[in-house]
């Protein structure tokens, strides 16, 4: 496990920005291939989506090519 994907270096709720950083990838690339699927569990705090390690490891698992 490489320093990015430690746990202790995220919130347990992760912004977009973080969520990209967490997967290694562009908030852009984030924006246009993966937050647009329903199946990618969020939480809404107000207006703004937050997403857990778990849940983008999960959708990244099932959505592999």
Known sequence: MNA???PENHPYLLTREQASD???IDPKSFDK???PHNE???FMI???ERYTMKSLMHFIENYSI
Do not use: E, S
């Open 40 to 42: 990618l569990d969020r």
């Open 46 to 48: 107000g207006r703004q």
């Open 22 to 24: 967490f997967l290694g």
């Open 33 to 35: 291939y993966i937050r």
């Open 4 to 6: 990015i994907t430690k």
